[in-house]
């Protein structure tokens, strides 16, 4: 079913590497779709960090805020994200309580993470802009 209208879109960003593989070029296809999906999981969250230390589900629900509801990040694909993130180095974490009294870890842009930051967000724009061109012309 295709959405009416631009806000009946939902996205969720979950399990996103479950896919049947039906032969070799789907495999690649999918590939490439899921590296996209994680890049710009990541780019997602190391902006929305980028305010100030947030544990992950504070994180999940700042992008669906943001994002006015379009964008729900389930936990099979924010976790292993973080984990990424900062193995990875561009994301820094310590154990602290969250506003509901639990024990949570909170998570932070490291000065490497800034730096990542900075080239995601100029490697987006720069792609945006080539989709826009095309999607104008075509």
């Known amino acids: 079913m295709q959405p009416s209208e631009p806000h009946d879109l939902l996205l969720t ?21 899921n590296e996209r999906l994680q890049g ?3 780019l997602l969250i190391l902006r929305t960090v ?3 230390p947030m544990h992950g589900w504070a ?4 992008l669906q805020e943001l994002s006015d509801d ?12 973080l984990h ?17 009294g639990r024990r949570a870890k909170f998570y932070r842009l490291s000065r490497t993470g800034r730096r990542q930051l900075e080239r ?19």
Not at 85 to 100: D, F, K, M, N, Y
Not at 123 to 131: D, T
């Open 13 to 33: 960003v979950d399990n996103m590497f479950a896919t049947l593989v039906v032969d070799d070029q789907q495999q690649e296809a999918t590939a490439m779709h």
């Open 40 to 42: 710009s999981l990541d």
């Open 50 to 52: 980028r305010s100030g």
């Open 59 to 62: 994180i999940a629900q700042r």
């Open 70 to 81: 379009l964008l729900k990040i389930g936990q099979g694909s924010l976790y292993p994200a």
């Open 84 to 100: 990424r993130l900062q193995e990875a180095g561009w994301l820094e974490a310590e154990w602290g309580i969250s506003e509901a």
């Open 120 to 138: 995601e967000v100029a490697s987006w724009e720069k792609f945006s802009a080539a989709v826009g061109r095309v999607l104008r012309e075509a």
